[in-house]
């Protein structure tokens, strides 16, 4: 058996060092303005999994299940997010995991096949990509004042 899910996440930036990506520090003059770490690549995750798991999950979405209103999830790392998601959904598990990000900066062309193999190893799954994009100058994205990520996944039990 299959089910596929689609996520999305976004954040603006704030003054920092650096963006967590994937679960990888990417070095820069910005981190997310965000109750956690703000990995938009791993918060679009997650919500993938809920969309093809909402059985699973008593039809939540991420802000019900990791409020921003509760202090045992500030600045926590994503990853603990996805590794309690997964502990939870078996005994499915991600076949595939396809991740569009839309940023202007920072560029990411040296960074994505670490990304690549970080969320290999997290997912524990070959079949991952991610596609940096560029918002060619639209919107707030295109402002270098935020990015989003979005992303399906395939699970099979």
């Known amino acids: 058996m299959e089910r596929a899910g689609i996520g999305f996440d976004s954040h603006k930036y704030k003054e920092g060092n650096g963006l967590v990506l994937g679960g990888v520090i990417i070095p820069c003059q910005y981190s997310f303005d965000?109750?956690?770490?703000?990995d938009i690549?791993?918060?679009?995750?997650?919500?993938s999994i809920l969309g093809?798991?909402?059985?699973?999950?008593?039809?939540?979405?991420?802000?019900?299940?990791?409020?921003?209103n509760d202090p045992t999830f500030k600045n926590i790392s994503s990853v603990k997010l996805l590794e309690y998601v997964l502990e939870k959904i078996k005994p499915w598990r991600i076949y595939s995991c396809d991740v569009v990000i839309i940023m202007e900066e920072p560029k990411l062309k040296t960074k994505v096949r670490d990304i690549i193999?970080?969320?290999?190893?997290?997912?524990?799954?070959?079949l991952v990509n991610v596609k940096p994009k560029t918002a060619e100058g639209m919107g707030i994205i295109?402002?270098?004042?935020?990015?989003?990520?979005?992303?399906?996944?395939?699970?099979k039990q």
């Open 52 to 68: 093809a798991l909402p059985d699973v999950f008593d039809y939540q979405n991420i802000g019900s299940i990791f409020p921003d």
């Open 142 to 155: 295109g402002e270098k004042k935020g990015a989003a990520a979005t992303c399906i996944t395939i699970l």
């Open 34 to 38: 965000a109750h956690s770490d703000g």
């Open 117 to 126: 193999e970080n969320l290999k190893i997290l997912l524990k799954t070959e």
């Open 41 to 47: 690549i791993i918060h679009s995750i997650i919500d």
